[in-house]
């Protein structure tokens, strides 16, 4: 699972940005997993994510509610979160490992972090993907700070245009960079997008200091 490989949170110093994403295995035991889904999901949801949806509905964020995603969660579902600190992410592996329902789970965050994290449960990574950067005429890319929110959609449902416009109301004051983060996690089925770290950032980004 490598689309929050790119994500750029860590490399621009927010250290506390974690996502985690749970799943079957298509084609070996994705066949009834959908109840085992549901409860990971409720398991997670207990942790207190910054963000969680089943990425084949949307989240919290595009207007869902947890009992609705559930309802119509099957064996293909994603559960998706976005954690801000580790305390968190640690809770939420922890219910999963003592659940021990057979599903799939990826972490990604700073390095030490995550590790130190996984080695107070006792759990050992099966893989560990690491991103290369980026190649190719970078006089292309957007300025970091959009970057930084854009990757934290790994499917790219959170364009640098809409960054730019949510900033704009935020600098007007038409809103606060917290709900300019949630406006912007709108966009984002997976529910890896943490709407936290984006609304720090747009404080910055129109000029409102820490």
Known sequence: MTHTLHRRTVEEGFKDDFTLLCMAAQGYNDRGAGEKLKEIYRLVASSGPDNLADDNQGGRHTGLTDEGILRKMGDKAY?????????????????????????????????PSV???????????????MSLGIFGNKGRLPQKDLLTIAT??????????????????????????????????????????????AGKILQKLSGQGE
């Open 79 to 111: 559960v998706g979160a976005a954690f801000t600190g580790k305390n968190r992410l640690k809770e939420a592996l922890k219910k999963t490992r003592d659940a021990d329902l057979g599903m799939s789970v990826v972490v990604s965050g700073d390095y």
């Open 115 to 129: 590790f130190e994290v996984l080695r107070e449960l006792g759990l050992k990574p099966h893989t560990v993907n």
């Open 152 to 197: 934290m959609c790994g499917h790219g449902m959170v364009p640098p245009k809409r960054i730019e416009a949510v900033r704009e109301d935020v600098k007007r004051g038409e809103c606060s960079a917290e709900e300019g983060g949630r406006r912007l996690a709108a966009t984002c089925t997976c529910g890896v997008f943490n709407p936290k770290v």
